[in-house]
């Protein structure tokens, strides 16, 4: 009986929906042109009940795609890094991952953005992550991951309007910021106003923690 209680328990439960997840991205080859690399997710996108999930572009070449970790070996993971060290987050803590799960390439072998399409193809992936772990905050980073969530739940916010506002979004927050790689750090949003925007990931884990009426009432 005692086994039985234990193999049934809520957090076996979502243990098996996450390990079934991975291993249907592992040999997903939805989109033609990620056909040479794999899906970047299992249990080193970080706590599979972390009250905060973030989500990324895609993983860079440099980055999670060689370190197997999103957002992790390149300048934009140490960026990534250091913001949620400003707010006193740990890796261990969060569950980080990316609106298309494999390494999008140009011919020349460089990073490109993911299509449409791809982010498409991989939204039944996003809408079952965040199902899965169940995060009280949603955090985006950068343009792409923000217009990715409209496949899950249908929102209306914009990068450049509402970056770092705390959102109500289909049961839980949504943080959008924009996306730490140093390109955006250049000509985008430069490091003071993202370490300020960060400031927002805390405030929504704090309201995440009130009873309903008072989180309403209190997101702007
Ligand atoms: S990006 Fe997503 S949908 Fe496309 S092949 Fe990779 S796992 Fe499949």
């Not at 999930?53 to 895609?58: P, S």
């Not at 109500?168 to 949504?174: A, M, N, Q």
Request: aromatic letters at 6%.
């Amino acid at each position: 009986m005692t086994a039985d209680f234990k193999k049934d328990s809520p957090a076996d439960a979502r243990r098996a929906a996450f390990d079934a997840l991975v291993a249907e991205a592992a040999a997903c080859r939805r989109c033609p042109a990620m056909c040479g690399r794999s899906a970047v997710l299992s249990e080193r996108n970080g706590r599979v009940c972390a009250r905060v999930m973030f989500v990324g572009e895609a993983p860079g070449r440099q980055g999670g795609d060689r370190t197997r970790v999103p957002f992790s070996g390149d300048q934009s993971g140490r960026n990534f890094s250091r913001y949620l060290a400003s707010i006193g987050l740990r890796r261990e803590e969060i569950f980080i991952t990316n609106a298309a799960l494999c390494n999008p390439r140009a011919e020349s072998g460089a990073n490109r953005r993911p299509t449409r399409r791809e982010v498409a193809n991989c939204s039944e992936f996003l809408r079952r992550q965040i199902q899965t772990v169940d995060p009280r905050v949603v955090v985006t980073l950068g343009a792409v991951s923000l217009d990715a969530l409209r496949a899950v739940e249908y929102h209306r916010l914009s990068l450049k309007e509402n970056v770092g506002q705390v959102q109500e979004w289909g049961g839980r927050l949504l943080v959008p910021l924009y996306h730490p790689s140093p390109q955006v750090l250049a000509s985008h949003r430069r490091e003071a106003a993202q370490l300020a925007d960060y400031k927002s990931v805390a405030r929504a884990l704090g309201l995440a923690a009130k009873p309903d009426g008072a989180r309403r009432r209190e997101v702007k």
